[in-house]
Every structure is written in C-alpha cells, then in structure tokens.
C-alpha cells in the first residue's frame, strides 16, 4: 500500500471519528441534550428535521407550569408572555440571523407565516403579476405560492435546479423581469442542502423592482445570517430543525423595518391590531412587528427554543457553522471511501461555500435501508424517490456518531 492509501484507511476507521471527537471544542455540548446517554439511538442524523431536545428545557417546562401558569395564571401574560413572542424574535435576531430588534416575531406555523408575508408582499406590488419560485424548494412553500397565485390570479415563474444544486444567479437573471412581484427561495435547499448566495440573489431581485423572501428553515441555528446587511426584506424558518423547540413549536417572521406598516398582512387578529384590550370596533394593526401577528402566541410551545438560542449565544453562531463544515466534509469523506463503491449517488455540493448542514444521498434501495437502520436505532430520513439526508446538528452531533450511522448503511447495502 502507498502513504496516501494508508492514510486513506486510517482517515475511515472508527478510532479516527473517536479522535475528531476527542479534538472537537464543541464536543462537551452533546451531553447537554436530553436522550444523549440513551443506548437505543446510535446514531441521530435527523437533527435537520426535529433538532433533540436540550437538558435545560426539561427544567424550564416543568418551572413553567408550576411556577408561571400554575401559580401566576392570567396574570403572566401582563408579567411577560405577552412580550414573548418579540422577546425571543430580537433573541434569534442578535445570535443567528443578523436582525436588529423589532423586526422578528415568534408565532403561526411555517406555512401560516409565509402565507402571510407572501401575501402581503404581493398587495404591495399590485401591478405586477409573477411570481418565482423553484421547482425543489419544499412542498409547503410550492403549496403555498400556488395557493396565492391562485387567489389573486398571478402567474408562477419556475427555476429548476440541479439535482445537487440549488437556485444560483443565473437561474434567477434567467425569469427575473418587470412582472416579478416576489420572489421566493430557500437559504439552504430542504434536499439537496445547497446554500444559496442571499445578498447577491437579494440584489438581483431588488434590482428587478420585486421583493424577496427567504425561507430559512434549514439554515436557522446553522448557518449565520446577516438579514439587515444583506437588505432582505422578509424571511421565515421553523424553530423545531436547528433551534431545537420540539415537535410544532411556532416560526419566526422577519420584517425589515422600512417595511413594517406599508407591508399589510392579510390575517387581521386582536392580537395584532393596535390595542388589542380595547376590544374596538375595527381592525387597526398595530404599529411594528407586531403588526404581523394575528391571534393568541402560542406561549407553550416557545418554551424549549429559548434554550437553544440561549446555548447558540453561549457558543458563538461562527463556531456552530465551523463544526457544521467539519461534520459535513467528514461525511462525504465516509462517502467517498464507504458508500461510492457501493453504487451510492451524492446529491448535494461539495464545496463547503455552497452546502447547509445536511448531505443527501441516494440509492435505489434506500426506502428498505432507512426503515431497516431506524429499527437499530440509527436515524437518518428519507426523501422520495431514493435519498437518505444526513442531517447534522452541530451541537449534538458527534463524529463517531456519523462514524456509526454511515457503517449501518454499509451493512445494509452489503
Ligand atoms: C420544515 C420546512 C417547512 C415546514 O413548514 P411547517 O408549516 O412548519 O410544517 C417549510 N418550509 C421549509 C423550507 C422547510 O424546510
């Protein structure tokens, strides 16, 4: 054997991942997440689909209910729930998304909250007649255009990316024009993990007249943003990928400021009206960021997210991003010596500039291989026809534990 192919083997045993571990700075954090010691998951690689639950949210549901709703009742929402749903808006603002205060608010699901703003982009654009979108960007966020187009008799203009790519420049210079009201793209493409360039694809747009929203509901938690400086002028994510909130905690809504009372959402609530204890006759929004919420936050469900964006805080949203590079490099270094020779396609980037948080990679039999490996406690997941994303929270994800998951699909294919 030559050097490099020693080294080669060296870099795909299971001692090597222990070592990556061992070098990590960020490996400690693991151990903050609930179900971390629990033997019958030997691998979690879904974490981009519902992140784990940290320690610390055990402590504050069960504080929650004694001590605010059991002992303070109605009258917390005057002590602080009321305030929540910006308060941890400005939160996720300052530590992941590059939002000065009073522009983020918590509330709605995902596609709740996209109707909304994509909506109200759309009445402010009301001579214009089209809208972009891209054929791979996930079905809610499809859904929710064709509803809108639908509604208001607009015309949808599709990009079709790459199958390991996602929307770039050029796709969009290709439908962009007079007619664009809006524009809508994923930071971080669901599938295929492609990390799409904001501020120059946010430019194009505005340069076209149209304004832009960006999902990023695979990219809150994982990848910086820096939404003020890169001019967006909406954006939305879930809060139960990379932040962790549990199964159905609300979106966030991101509202650029100079667009905050000409934008108007089309959900008129009491909650989102100027004075909602006055009980008026009619709806007057509120001023602000508030403005774009509708009925009553749902408070319970805004509980475990504090806490990741609390961690995320602690440890530096760069850093996070630094490990999200290193866990994915290292699984398509498993990739390439395990899984290609085994007839494994990769579908996702491999320049680290463009890649999210996940890989995806497919074959004919993944259907069997997914269900097989959740049975042993190794969980990845699924996406039709035949892929398998490896999805990688940087906080609670180990080296070894990418070692494990790649190993069990060895197994299965051989
Ligand atoms: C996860 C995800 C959603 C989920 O929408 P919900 O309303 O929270 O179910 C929407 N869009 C994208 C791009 C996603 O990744």
Redesign the pocket.
């Known amino acids: 054997m030559t050097e490099t192919h020693a080294g080669a083997a060296t870099e795909l045993s299971f001692d090597y991942a222990q070592g990556l571990d061992l070098a990590d700075p960020l490996s400690e954090y693991t151990k903050a997440f609930a179900g971390s010691d629990d033997q019958d998951v030997v691998a979690y690689l879904d974490g981009n689909s519902l992140g784990r639950p940290l320690k610390a949210s055990a402590g504050r549901i069960a504080d929650f209910i004694r001590e605010q709703w059991g002992s303070r009742l109605i009258r917390r929402w005057d002590e602080g729930w009321l305030a929540l749903p910006q308060e941890i808006g400005d939160a996720l603002g300052r530590v992941a998304l590059g939002a000065a205060p009073g522009q983020i608010t918590v509330g709605d699901?995902?596609?709740v909250m996209l109707y909304k703003l994509c909506r109200a982009a759309v009445a402010a654009r009301p001579d214009r007649s089209e809208l972009v979108l891209d054929s791979d960007?996930?079905p809610?966020?499809r859904f929710v255009l064709e509803g809108i187009a639908a509604e208001c008799g607009l015309t949808l203009r599709w990009i079709s990316p790459a199958n390991d790519g996602g929307v770039t420049s050029a796709d969009l210079a290709a439908v962009l024009g007079p007619q664009t009201a809006l524009v809508v793209i994923?930071h971080v493409a669901?599938r295929s993990g492609f990390l799409a360039d904001v501020p120059t694809l946010t430019a194009q747009a505005h340069d076209a007249g149209a304004l832009i929203l960006w999902?990023l509901?695979?990219s809150a938690g994982v990848i910086p943003s820096r939404l003020d400086d890169w001019g967006v002028d909406l954006a939305v994510g879930?809060s139960y990928?990379y932040l962790n909130g549990g199964p159905g905690s609300p979106?966030f809504g991101y509202v650029r400021r100079e667009h905050q009372g000409v934008l108007r959402q089309p959900i008129q609530g009491w909650m989102g009206s100027a004075d909602p204890f006055g009980m008026g006759e009619n709806y007057e929004p509120a001023a602000g960021i508030r403005g774009y919420t509708s009925g009553t936050p749902p408070i319970l469900g805004m509980l475990a997210m504090q806490d990741m964006i609390a961690l995320i805080g602690q440890v530096g949203i760069d850093a996070v991003r630094e490990k999200s590079v290193a866990l994915t490099e290292y699984a398509l270094k498993l990739y390439d010596g395990v899984l290609a020779p085994l007839g494994v396609d990769l579908s996702s980037p491999r320049a680290a500039q463009w890649r999210g948080g996940h890989i995806t990679i497919d074959h004919p039999s993944f259907r069997e291989v997914t269900a097989a490996l959740w049975a042993k406690g190794v969980i990845p997941d699924f996406r039709n026809p035949d892929g398998i994303r490896l999805g990688l929270s940087p906080l609670s994800t180990g080296f070894a534990e990418v070692w494990l998951g790649v190993e069990a699909i060895r197994q299965e294919l051989s």
């Open positions: 699901s995902t596609t960007n996930f809610t966020d994923s669901y999902d509901c695979h879930c990928k979106a």
